[in-house]
């Protein structure tokens, strides 16, 4: 079983997603979840790394043998498709864990076909409209011996989220006449914003399937830069002062009480890129002030909401300049900005 194969990796290693900085609880709640071979679903806004977490899952899996060719990710002892149940594929190969992350994006149009697979008309008419032969399987079978990953699970349709549920309670699937047993094995991971209003309501019986793990935005001012510096391309030097503006800036906006939708992390990597690309397009190699205020509205006016009773007064954008004005300009920021530039103490 995969919970198996990372019990001995959670047990030894205190924190093995090192793909992610900070998200203790997370990371402590997905760890306790794996390994009772509960599934999960990850809840947050979107940009604070519920991806890349559900990734980490999958590199910390070992290299197995698989059955060279077989879509379903057979393993030489278990095989599970009916080609390699009858030995016509012989040849193995090693396969690492990451190349077992299968994903699925919700989406509204996505269909139960695209899930559980459906029958080819072609093989149909040669092996029997209703033999194994004939069913090309979908992403829940390529994900045998690996992780299924389902991002943003609650935009899928209502009828997919049936066919899911008898899948995670019977682990049988139906299409049309057709009955498909699952022998497969695999670690159900999706992700959900619950902040997303284009969704479609998830049912309790389907939730009941499902422990839930909250993430949500950087702990602390120092971990965000850290996430800043290690994802964050570099063509221009940022000061330790100038990457700490950014970065406040965008904590401040999280805080206030008159915005609806919050920036992410990605607000504060946009603000670090893009002033780089501002100071090397006008032949400098150090950012300065200037380069994130020009920045600001580009950057940040998609990613925020105002509340209703604030966006029919002000527009967004002269929301965030007035905010950047009151709260960096005018302030301790400048003198101590000057400084910084001054000492030429750059990252």
């Not at 072609?122 to 032969?133: C, N, Q, T, W, Y």
């Not at 904590?251 to 990605?266: C, G, N, Q, T, Y």
């Not at 604030?310 to 965030?320: D, G, K, M, Q, T």
């Amino acid at each position: 079983m995969l919970n198996d194969q990372l019990k001995e990796i959670f047990l030894k290693n205190k924190d093995p997603f090192i793909d992610i900085l900070g998200q203790e609880a997370a990371k402590q709640g997905i760890k306790s979840a794996l390994l009772m071979n509960r599934h999960i679903i990850i809840v947050g806004a979107p940009g604070i790394g519920k991806t890349t977490l559900a990734k980490n899952i999958a590199k910390l899996l070992p290299d197995i043998d698989v059955i060279l060719g077989c879509s379903y990710h057979c393993t030489p002892k278990a095989p599970i498709c009916p080609s390699c149940k009858e030995n016509r594929n012989k040849k193995s190969i090693k396969l690492e864990g990451i190349k077992r992350f299968v994903r699925i994006q919700g989406s509204p149009d996505l269909t139960v076909e695209d899930l559980l697979g459906d029958i080819d008309p072609i093989k149909a008419l040669k092996f029997g409209p209703l033999s194994l032969e004939a069913f090309t399987p979908g992403k829940i079978f390529k994900a045998n011996n690996g992780i299924l990953f389902f991002d943003e699970l609650n935009r899928c349709p209502e009828k997919l989220q049936n066919a899911l549920l008898q899948v995670l309670e019977e682990r049988k699937a139906t299409i049309g006449s057709y009955d498909v047993d699952f022998d497969i094995s695999f670690i159900f991971v999706a992700t959900m914003n619950p902040e997303d209003t284009s969704t479609e309501k998830l049912s309790d019986v389907l939730l009941d399937r499902f422990d839930i793990i909250y993430m949500d935005y950087p702990e602390d001012i120092e971990t965000e830069e850290k996430i800043v510096l290690m994802k964050g391309k570099k063509i221009a030097n940022v000061s330790e002062e100038l990457l700490t503006l950014m970065s406040y800036f965008v904590r401040l906006l999280r805080e206030d009480e008159k915005l609806e939708k919050k920036p992410s992390v990605r607000a504060s990597l946009g603000l670090y890129e893009r002033s780089q690309s501002n100071a090397l397009l006008k032949g400098r190699k150090n950012v300065q002030f200037e380069d994130i205020k020009e920045v600001l509205v580009s950057v940040l006016s998609h990613r925020i909401r105002l509340k209703p009773s604030v966006r029919y007064l002000e527009s967004v954008e002269n929301y965030i300049i007035e905010k950047f004005h009151k709260n960096i300009e005018g302030t301790k920021w400048q003198n101590q900005i000057g400084q910084e530039q001054e000492s030429g103490d750059l990252r």
